[in-house]
C-alpha cells in the first residue's frame, strides 16, 4: 500500500485492484500513441475539464475533435472555440485541462494536459468547419457572422502530459462470456488492453518525431 494516501482495506500480498493487474498492457511506445490517437479521433466527441476561473470547481463541456498538431507528431489535439466563451476564461486562469473520450463499447480514454487558445488565422482557417456557424451566428455586423475570419473563433491546443486509456482485446461476445465467467469464478475478467503514457514517455515520442524531421 506504499505511496497511497487513502485505504479501505489490506489485501497483503494480492493486488487489491485485480482488474488493473490483469488488464495492464506494456505495448512498445509507437503502438500506444498511435492506438490512443486512432481511439480519439473515431471517437470524435470528448469531455473537455477545465478549472472554472470564478470558483475554483471543476467544469466539463462536450467538444468535437477538429483535428491534431502534427508537429507534435499527433500527440496534441485541436479544438474549436468560441474566444468569448467561459471555458478561455478558465484557461487564462489556469491551463491545466482533462480530455475523456468514451464509446459504446466502454473503451475509454483519458488524457491530461496544458492547452493553449490560438487566435491565429491561418491555424483557424486550416481547422474551420462550416457547422461553427450554428454555434455562433450571425450578429449580421459583417465581422461576427460564423465564418473564418470571425474573431470570435479561435482553437484550443490541448498539449498531452500524461494519458490512460483502455480499448477491447476480444470481441463483444468473448468480452460477455469472460465477465461472465469472472462473476461466478471471482477472477478478474481480461476485457481490455489498459495502458498509460507517462510524461517520459510523451517527451520520447515528440523528441523522436522532431529529430525526423
Given at each position: 500500500m506504499s505511496?497511497?494516501?487513502?485505504?479501505?482495506?489490506?489485501?497483503?500480498?494480492?493486488?487489491?485492484?485485480p482488474y488493473k493487474a490483469k488488464n495492464k498492457d506494456e505495448a512498445p511506445l509507437k503502438e500506444?500513441?498511435?492506438?490512443?490517437?486512432?481511439?480519439?479521433?473515431?471517437?470524435?466527441?470528448?469531455?473537455?475539464?477545465?478549472?472554472a476561473a470564478d470558483s475554483g470547481l471543476l467544469v466539463s463541456r462536450c467538444m468535437a475533435l477538429a483535428g491534431k498538431a502534427s508537429e507534435d507528431g499527433g500527440i496534441a489535439f485541436i479544438f474549436h472555440t468560441n474566444?468569448?466563451?467561459?471555458?478561455?476564461?478558465d484557461l487564462a486562469t489556469d491551463p491545466k485541462i482533462n480530455i475523456a473520450f468514451i464509446n459504446?463499447?466502454?473503451?475509454?480514454?483519458?488524457?491530461?494536459?496544458?492547452?493553449?487558445v490560438i487566435?491565429?488565422?491561418?491555424?483557424?482557417?486550416?481547422?474551420?468547419?462550416?457547422?461553427?456557424?450554428?454555434?455562433?451566428?450571425?450578429?449580421?455586423?459583417?465581422k461576427h457572422d460564423g465564418g473564418p475570419d470571425d474573431p470570435r473563433i479561435g482553437v484550443i491546443k490541448v498539449n498531452t502530459i500524461t494519458a490512460t486509456y483502455a480499448v477491447a482485446n476480444r470481441n463483444a461476445v468473448a468480452r460477455g462470456v469472460e465477465i461472465a465467467k469472472g462473476a461466478v469464478t471471482g477472477e478478474a475478467a481480461s476485457v481490455n488492453?489498459?495502458?498509460?503514457?507517462?510524461?517520459?514517455e510523451i517527451n520520447t515520442w515528440r523528441t523522436s518525431v522532431n529529430l525526423v524531421k
Open positions: 505511496g497511497k494516501t487513502f485505504s479501505n482495506a489490506d489485501t497483503g500480498n494480492k493486488p487489491a485492484d500506444k500513441i498511435e492506438d490512443l490517437i486512432s481511439f480519439v479521433e473515431a471517437s470524435k466527441f470528448g469531455m473537455m475539464t477545465t478549472k474566444t468569448e466563451s467561459g471555458k478561455t476564461d459504446s463499447s466502454g473503451e475509454w480514454a483519458s488524457i491530461s494536459g496544458e492547452a493553449e487566435t491565429d488565422r491561418d491555424l483557424v482557417k486550416k481547422h474551420y468547419s462550416r457547422q461553427l456557424k450554428a454555434w455562433l451566428g450571425d450578429l449580421g455586423d459583417g488492453k489498459l495502458r498509460s503514457l507517462t510524461a517520459e
